[in-house]
């Protein structure tokens, strides 16, 4: 059984082994990557089970991944991750390599920085952080709620933020907890309420992203994960869409309004169709029966016009809709984005929203007195992992600055 451990990095557990960090090129397929290190397609590829197969199809460019080699720069181990929570780890055993999914080790910080617009939002945010992704939590979260044409040089911005840590460095999307943009002065708040959604200083809820249930009467049958333990496969899985089960020929609906990018099979996802949406967001539709007559790549939809047809095409165990929701290409949780209406809080909700937004604006006022700097270098204890049953040690390149390639 798979052994997971997690103690704290000593230095002194990389004497003979090596980390490097490379960064997945775009373009380069899995095969490819086997290729050119030598690793054999033999048991790492061709004989993987489908739902493994699957994995291998979610790693995304530009993610960093890492090498554990030996003192003679043969491969010992691999870490690729495919989401904030899986990872796919191959590890030398016996005279050859295995494969396997495992969770990502992480750890969680709040953060926070302050600072004063010189031009905008964007470019602001960009210029103190470097960090795009920060640029896109503050964006989607205020939407097109503000209109900030009105701001003037000197307006200040707070955003307090929690981000994901692997090995030391930041990884992931950050969460947006909360923010505040001055606009001329007069401040603009936003907070992430309990229930997963934006909600301004009264109450309103501020995301603006609609999408109706995809298929009419369906019944969920399972649920979005990024991961989850098989018991009885005794392995990592993941669920990155949600199940709707539904009797075959049920018509089915596009999310929301698009442009369908693909309409055709497509591997284990049988008959699939995706669409483009503003802002990044992709659906999937999956294992449907057919079409409906006109859907085709390049087609403009409307939001909960009928695309295609419930059905059990590619690899499904039964008549279904797999649906996905994917922003710039990573699987997001369907269920947090779906609503049918703009939620407005009342009584006790509304009063657990008070407290939480006066906490919120405490942390705020005291960003914006110490004029809080984001801080571009995190030391934090690095952690590693260990996995029992093979080999020894994979740990953080970051304390080995010549080990460090990305
Ligand atoms: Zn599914």
Not at 1 to 17: C, E, G, K, N, P
Not at 118 to 134: A, R, Y
């Amino acid at each position: 059984m798979l052994r997971l451990f997690l103690f704290i990095f000593t230095l002194s557990s990389l004497y003979s082994a090596q980390i490097e960090n490379f960064r997945w090129e775009d373009g380069v397929t899995y095969s490819d990557f086997l290729e050119k290190n030598n690793l054999p397609r033999k048991p790492l590829l061709d004989t993987l089970d489908t739902d493994d197969e699957r994995l291998v199809q979610e790693i995304r460019a530009g993610v960093n991944c890492n090498y554990l080699k030996d003192s003679n720069g043969t491969i010992e181990q691999v870490l690729i991750p495919l989401n904030d929570e899986l990872q796919i780890h191959i590890y030398k055993s016996k005279d050859s390599y295995a494969f396997e999914a495992i969770p990502i080790v992480s750890e969680t910080k709040t953060d926070a920085f302050s600072l004063k617009i010189q031009t905008n939002p964007s470019v602001d945010i960009k210029n103190e952080t470097g960090s795009i992704n920060l640029v896109s939590i503050f964006a989607t979260a205020f939407g097109s709620s503000l209109d900030f044409t009105a701001l003037r040089k000197g307006d200040n911005l707070v955003m307090i933020y929690d981000q994901k840590y692997r090995m030391g460095k930041p990884f992931s999307m950050p969460t947006l907890k909360a923010a505040m943009v001055e606009i001329n002065k007069k401040p603009h708040f936003i907070y992430l309420n309990d229930d997963g959604r934006y909600y301004d200083a009264k109450g309103t809820q501020v995301e603006s992203f609609l999408l109706a249930r995809p298929v009419k009467g369906g019944r969920i049958s399972s649920r979005f994960s990024k991961r989850r333990f098989h018991p009885i496969l005794r392995k990592w899985k993941a669920h990155l869409g949600m199940d709707y089960a539904a009797r075959r020929g049920t018509p089915v609906v596009a999310a929301g309004s698009g442009t369908i990018v693909h309409a055709g099979w497509l591997g284990s996802y049988g008959k699939l169709i995706k669409i483009r949406h503003k802002d990044s967001y992709e659906t999937r539709y999956a294992h449907l029966k057919s079409f409906r007559r006109g859907i085709k790549r390049g087609k403009r939809v409307k939001k909960g016009q009928t695309i295609g047809y419930v059905g059990t095409t590619g690899r499904s165990t039964g008549p279904h809709l797999h649906f996905e929701l994917r922003k710039k290409g990573v699987a997001i949780n369907p269920a947090k984005r779906v609503q049918l209406t703009t939620k407005k809080l009342r009584n006790k909700e509304k009063e657990a929203f008070i407290k939480l937004s006066k906490n919120y604006n405490e942390s705020i006022n005291l960003h914006l007195k110490n004029e809080t700097k984001f801080e571009k270098e995190q030391t934090l204890s690095p952690v590693c992992y260990f996995n029992n049953d093979f080999q020894k040690e994979e740990c953080v390149a970051e304390q080995n600055p010549q080990n460090n390639k990305s």
